[in-house]
């Protein structure tokens, strides 16, 4: 079914048009009635499904023309996620008189205040920064229209909730509200009792869940090998950018280091960097600038840059839906990806964890030419005819052109 018998409002439908989508995704067609029709709604789906639109379009549609009081509010986890979704608020947006405003900390209050100022119709906040506001008068909750909570989970892992449930109680009690959690654990759960009433549950993907056009690779490496042979295979792929994985802050940057000194242009994402390093950082690997951006989790949940053709896990994220975030950055929007991890010895229980609950084996490769030290661990004893595959995936192996 196409767009326009979804009955979304004309302009927004132009808006859709020059953002280039043609078709809805699976969960655009079932959340975008539901939307429309004002019921409050539990999705289960993973960034990377048009999840933004399946919100944002019919939040939009609805709102007609511009008004001074904030209507509708969307908190997010993360800076970047915040920023995001407001960008795509504001181009869905950009054939009517409607105003929007991303709100999040690390940044001067000027500007943010001069915009709600002038009066805005949607808030898209990140919990703290927006508390700061309605503690000093500058924003009230009491017309909003249309609450919408995304990356729950998220939230819940970065403490978040009690703020969250802060700022749900100051909302009007008439408010729609739309609720986004790739799970639903009982912490989660309990909030979506508070916030909701009787809300359609979408599921589009299961949590599990893993996006069908990545490759996934494990690559068995010694402890003392890692970064070396993380160096070997940037050397060999053929990449247009590649995100890399770290799990501590510190880690980020001694690779980012070693990656620049192989003489990679190398972006670093990671909670310890100012606000405006980290909008430098993302926006010149979105613009190519820098073809290599090392980050951890929390900075790069939900971030959607186009065009990553790989994910590389330096370290195996501990948490197995880490991994789904993770390799979700790449492979979106129907283009293809790779997503390598780097697995030593010591980690080899969380991967089988992963494995587990992706419900799916992920093959074993070697980095054909690379030195490994003669311990070099193997996950899995490798069948006595093939032995462990070399580097061969579609698309994206080593001296292959995409
Ligand atoms: P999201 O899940 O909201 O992070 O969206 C993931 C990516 O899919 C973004 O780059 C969107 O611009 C893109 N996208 C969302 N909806 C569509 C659509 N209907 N057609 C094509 N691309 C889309």
Same mark, same amino acid.
């Given at each position: 079914m196409p767009f326009k018998n979804l009955q979304l409002f004309e302009p927004i439908l132009r808006g859709i048009q020059s953002a280039g989508y043609t078709d809805p995704t699976p969960i655009q067609l079932r959340a975008i009635p539901v939307v429309l029709a004002g019921g409050d709604l539990i999705g289960s789906a993973q960034t990377g499904t048009g999840k933004t639109a399946a919100f944002a379009l019919p939040i939009l549609s609805k709102l007609g023309r511009h008004q001074l009081q904030p209507r509708v509010l969307v908190l997010e986890p993360t800076r970047e996620l915040a920023a995001q979704v407001d960008t795509a608020f504001r181009d869905f947006a950009r054939y009517t008189d409607l105003r929007t405003v991303a709100v999040f900390g690390g940044v001067g209050y000027g500007r943010q205040r001069a915009e709600l100022r002038r009066g805005v119709d949607v808030i898209t906040a990140t919990p703290g920064r927006l508390m700061d506001y309605i503690k000093d008068g500058m924003i009230n909750l009491r017309d909003i229209q249309v609450?919408?909570?995304?990356?729950?989970?998220?939230?819940?892992?970065?403490?978040?909730?009690?703020?969250?449930?802060?700022?749900?109680?100051?909302?009007?009690?008439?408010r729609q509200t739309l609720f986004f959690s790739a799970t639903v654990p009982p912490e989660i759960q309990s909030i979506a009792s508070f916030a909701l009433r009787q809300p359609t549950r979408v599921e589009i993907e299961v949590n599990r869940y893993v996006n069908q056009s990545i490759n996934h690779a494990i690559y068995p490496v010694a402890f003392s090998q890692k970064s070396d042979?993380?160096?070997?295979?940037?050397?060999?792929?053929?990449?247009?950018?590649?995100?890399?994985?770290?799990?501590? +802050?510190? %880690?980020?940057? @001694?690779i980012a280091h070693k990656?620049?000194? #192989?003489?990679?242009?190398?972006? !670093?994402?990671?909670?310890?960097?100012?606000?405006?390093?980290?909008?430098?950082?993302?926006?010149?690997? +979105?613009? %190519?600038?820098? @073809?290599?951006?090392?980050?951890?989790?929390? #900075?790069?949940?939900?971030?959607? !840059?186009?065009?990553v053709t790989h994910v590389i896990?330096?370290?195996?994220?501990?948490?197995?839906?880490?991994?789904?975030?993770?390799?979700?950055?790449?492979?979106?929007?129907?283009?293809?990806?790779?997503?390598?991890?780097?697995?030593?010895?010591?980690?080899?229980?969380n991967i089988r964890n992963i494995q587990r609950f992706i419900g799916k084996k992920i093959p074993e490769l070697r980095l054909d030419g690379f030195e490994y030290q003669p311990l070099a661990p193997r996950l899995s004893k490798p069948s006595r005819k093939s032995g462990l595959r070399q580097h061969q995936l579609r698309g994206g192996g080593p001296g292959q052109r995409r």
């Open positions: 609450l919408v909570l995304d990356e729950v989970d998220r939230m819940l892992d970065m403490g978040f909730l009690p703020i969250v449930k802060e700022i749900i109680v100051r909302c009007s009690r008439e042979l993380l160096v070997a295979l940037l050397a060999t792929t053929d990449f247009d950018s590649v995100l890399v994985f770290c799990r501590t +802050k510190h %880690g980020s940057d @001694k990656l620049k000194n #192989a003489n990679h242009t190398v972006a !670093v994402l990671h909670a310890n960097r100012s606000q405006n390093q980290r909008i430098e950082a993302l926006a010149g690997f +979105k613009s %190519g600038k820098y @073809k290599v951006m090392v980050a951890t989790d929390i #900075a790069a949940r939900g971030i959607d !840059v186009a065009g896990n330096y370290d195996v994220p501990e948490n197995s839906e880490d991994y789904v975030h993770r390799t979700g950055r790449t492979g979106r929007a129907q283009a293809m990806g790779d997503a390598f991890t780097l697995v030593t010895p010591e980690n080899s229980g």
